[in-house]
């Protein structure tokens, strides 16, 4: 389980680092995205930004938890943006971001559920 465990964190970390490359040399495509939705150009870096930090605090183990949370969070407001302004499909590429967000969100809420002792506000005694 310890193995399983790590394994979905590298996972999550990997997918929002490597679409950082995407937001922060402004590939037309990323650019296309946030235009979209009003967030052009401060929500693309403000954005990628935060995914480069949350996928750090999962590679920590005191700080799993808050990146999960983080994730949650971050890639809700993508599959929202999917859902009601962007669609499933965005410039041909058959669903393949929304997908790979909402497996993204899935395993952050796992991640979350393992790590939810590890909160510390819900632990306190």
Same mark, same amino acid.
């Given at each position: 389980m310890k193995y =399983?465990?790590?394994?979905i964190r590298i996972a999550i970390a990997v997918i929002l680092i490597q679409t950082l490359r995407f937001k922060f040399t402004a590939h037309p495509d990323s650019v296309y995205i =946030?235009?979209?939705? *009003?967030l052009e150009p401060y929500g693309r870096i403000g954005i990628g930004i935060l995914e480069l930090i949350a996928g750090i605090l999962?590679? $920590?183990?005191?700080?799993?938890? =808050?990146?999960?949370?983080?994730?949650? *969070?971050? $890639? *809700? *407001?993508?599959i929202m943006m999917h859902l009601t302004q962007l669609g499933i499909e965005v410039k041909g590429d058959g669903g393949i971001l929304f997908y790979t967000a909402v497996v993204t969100f899935i395993l952050a809420l796992i991640t979350l559920w393992f790590y939810r002792k590890d909160i510390p506000f819900i632990n306190k005694k």
């Open positions: =399983f465990k790590l394994i =946030f235009t979209e939705v *009003g999962l590679l $920590i183990p005191r700080t799993v938890w =808050f990146g999960a949370l983080m994730v949650i *969070g971050i $890639i *809700g *407001g993508a």
